[in-house]
């Protein structure tokens, strides 16, 4: 059920550069890491006379631990790297300016219509890792603190009718064809604001063009600023090419974003990998902002250097939001014996993790033992987790067989500034009035006295990602 838009409350930012404009005065700068984790953060309480209550009901209140949600210590990074995109991106995208009406014309009447790389100032974020591990979740709880869709009804006196759309989620095409894109998209468009454009254009027997053009058309009409395509693994091809002329290739959907300036976030599992290796552009792209990846709640880190061992201290803090003995009629620790058996049999993987926790509550229940152990948690994954087995001895031996999304790969991390953060710094250093620019030679920001120019240690001339 599409849940109504909030109203447009207009607030100038400290930074002259992000005020003046409707789009950008309608998002608030992101709350402190205190509050953040205290807003995304959900723990069950549980009360000592739950013990009480016959089995089913204790087993109703172990399925409930499914709602716990403790954020990983980079998930505050992820929530203000999504949020600085959003506002970065909208720095030339100012509804009351003729620059972007005119934007807006030659979107709706050209198709191969590309936004000026000086004005482009798009990046993608990517959330790579093991399936389970929580990247969808972490992307949505980040989401979860913005409007996602505000509803303007004029600005300072002049006209302007829009519901802006913030942020939006939908999934790769399991097509893996352009028209299933497109339709996803126009589906994910419709559940936010209403509108009927997936039954509008779903049976249309026009050619993969005019929909691409109606496409941009209404992404950049809803000054849609960043996209979450989940699953992006999707677009890897059955035969690992891109061959076919229909597919909704990685390139095809970065190329559709970019060229009207919207960021996108992409996640998926390792099988992803891929789409980084088929062009140099391509791969700079999908790293252009800040690359995450999910690889399981670690129980020690070794330093690089020094080789030294260190316990995660995440880990006990991730463990401990499930220990629960009021759901228990006997005593019983989640010791270190009991929290490396649990991390041996999920290998820290989230949702595999809860699950064995949960089914260790359930089955110290039924099995009338109210307690958890070390051998009753073996006993369980010995009969529930069956079907990953080959899989998760897989991930624990290094030995991956065809399970290609447990493979990772370093070499996917970008070093560097994001440009975001250079556009950012830029425009508090000059406290300019005026976005900043990039051509040729650098990035430009006006300040009141004079041109200052930056000219990064990256090049920053080719964000279309076209193969130079």
Same mark, same amino acid.
């Given at each position: 059920?599409?849940?109504?838009?909030?109203?447009?409350?207009?607030?100038?930012?400290?930074?002259?550069?992000?005020?003046?404009?409707?789009?950008?005065?309608?998002?608030?700068?992101?709350?402190?890491?205190?509050?953040?984790?205290?807003?995304?953060?959900?723990?069950?309480?549980?009360?000592?006379?739950?013990?009480?209550?016959?089995?089913?009901?204790?087993?109703?209140?172990?399925?409930?631990?499914?709602?716990?949600?403790?954020?990983?210590?980079?998930?505050?990074?992820?929530?203000?790297?999504? #949020? %600085?995109?959003?506002?970065?991106? /909208? =720095?030339?995208?100012?509804?009351? $300016?003729?620059? +972007?009406? &005119?934007?807006?014309?030659?979107?709706?009447?050209?198709?191969?219509?590309?936004?000026?790389?000086?004005?482009?100032?798009?990046?993608?974020?990517?959330?790579?890792?093991?399936?389970?591990?929580?990247?969808?979740?972490?992307?949505?709880?980040?989401?979860?603190?913005?409007?996602?869709?505000?509803?303007?009804?004029?600005?300072?006196?002049?006209? #302007? %009718?829009?519901?802006?759309?913030? /942020? =939006?989620?939908?999934?790769?095409? $399991?097509?893996? +064809?352009? &028209?299933?894109?497109?339709?996803?998209?126009?589906?994910?468009?419709?559940?936010?604001?209403?509108?009927?454009?997936?039954?509008?254009?779903?049976?249309?027997?026009?050619?993969?063009?005019?929909?691409?053009?109606?496409?941009?058309?209404?992404?950049?009409?809803?000054?849609?600023?960043?996209?979450?395509?989940?699953?992006?693994?999707?677009?890897?091809?059955?035969?690992?090419?891109?061959?076919?002329?229909?597919?909704?290739?990685?390139?095809?959907?970065?190329?559709?974003?970019?060229?009207?300036?919207?960021?996108?976030?992409?996640?998926?599992?390792?099988?992803?990998?891929?789409?980084?290796?088929?062009?140099?552009?391509?791969?700079?792209?999908?790293?252009?902002?800040?690359?995450?990846?999910?690889?399981?709640?670690?129980?020690?880190?070794?330093?690089?250097?020094?080789?030294?061992?260190?316990?995660?201290?995440?880990?006990?803090?991730?463990?401990?939001?499930?220990?629960?003995?009021?759901?228990?009629?006997?005593?019983?620790?989640?010791?270190?014996?009991?929290?490396?058996?649990?991390?041996?049999?999920?290998?820290?993987?989230?949702?595999?993790?809860?699950?064995?926790?949960?089914?260790?509550?359930?089955?110290?229940?039924?099995?009338?033992?109210?307690?958890?152990?070390?051998?009753?948690?073996?006993?369980?994954?010995?009969?529930?987790?069956?079907?990953?087995?080959?899989?998760?001895?897989?991930?624990?031996?290094?030995?991956?067989?065809?399970?290609?999304?447990?493979?990772?790969?370093?070499?996917?991390?970008?070093?560097?500034?994001?440009?975001?953060?250079?556009?950012?710094?830029?425009?508090?250093?000059?406290?300019?009035?005026?976005?900043?620019?990039?051509?040729?030679?650098?990035?430009?920001?006006?300040?009141?006295?004079?041109?200052?120019?930056?000219?990064?240690?990256?090049?920053?001339?080719?964000?279309?990602?076209?193969?130079?």
């Amino acid at each position: 059920m599409m849940e109504k838009p909030e109203k447009a409350v207009y607030k100038e930012h400290n930074i002259a550069a992000f005020n003046n404009n409707p789009l950008l005065e309608v998002i608030r700068p992101a709350m402190d890491i205190v509050n953040f984790t205290k807003k995304i953060k959900v723990e069950l309480t549980v009360t000592d006379d739950v013990t009480d209550l016959d089995e089913f009901d204790r087993e109703l209140m172990i399925e409930l631990l499914d709602t716990t949600y403790i954020p990983s210590p980079d998930m505050y990074t992820l929530y203000k790297s999504i #949020l %600085k995109s959003i506002m970065v991106g /909208y =720095l030339h995208r100012n509804p009351m $300016s003729n620059g +972007t009406r &005119k934007i807006q014309h030659s979107i709706a009447t050209s198709k191969d219509y590309r936004l000026p790389d000086k004005i482009n100032l798009s990046s993608c974020i990517a959330y790579i890792g093991l399936s389970g591990g929580g990247k969808t979740i972490g992307i949505e709880k980040c989401f979860s603190l913005l409007d996602q869709v505000v509803s303007h009804n004029g600005y300072k006196g002049d006209y #302007l %009718k829009v519901d802006q759309i913030i /942020y =939006l989620k939908f999934e790769a095409p $399991s097509t893996k +064809t352009k &028209k299933g894109f497109i339709l996803n998209f126009f589906n994910a468009v419709d559940e936010v604001i209403g509108t009927n454009y997936f039954e509008e254009w779903k049976g249309d027997k026009s050619n993969i063009a005019v929909l691409i053009v109606e496409a941009k058309k209404v992404a950049f009409n809803h000054y849609v600023r960043i996209v979450f395509i989940d699953e992006i693994q999707r677009c890897v091809g059955d035969d690992g090419k891109e061959s076919k002329v229909d597919k909704a290739t990685l390139n095809f959907i970065d190329d559709f974003f970019n060229s009207i300036g919207i960021s996108m976030i992409v996640a998926g599992t390792y099988a992803v990998l891929p789409l980084f290796r088929t062009t140099m552009s391509t791969a700079r792209r999908l790293s252009s902002g800040r690359v995450f990846e999910c690889e399981g709640i670690q129980q020690e880190f070794t330093d690089p250097v020094t080789k030294k061992v260190f316990e995660n201290p995440f880990w006990h803090v991730f463990v401990g939001a499930f220990y629960k003995p009021q759901l228990l009629k006997n005593h019983f620790e989640f010791d270190k014996k009991i929290k490396d058996v649990l991390f041996f049999y999920s290998q820290g993987i989230q949702k595999l993790l809860v699950r064995l926790i949960k089914l260790s509550y359930e089955e110290a229940v039924n099995s009338g033992q109210e307690a958890i152990t070390a051998d009753l948690i073996r006993d369980v994954y010995f009969d529930q987790f069956k079907l990953l087995h080959p899989a998760l001895d897989a991930l624990r031996n290094g030995t991956y067989g065809g399970y290609e999304d447990l493979i990772k790969n370093q070499a996917i991390i970008p070093t560097g500034a994001d440009l975001v953060d250079m556009v950012i710094e830029k425009c508090i250093s000059s406290n300019s009035t005026q976005a900043p620019v990039l051509q040729e030679d650098g990035l430009y920001v006006d300040v009141p006295s004079a041109k200052q120019t930056f000219i990064p240690k990256e090049d920053l001339r080719n964000l279309k990602g076209a193969d130079l």
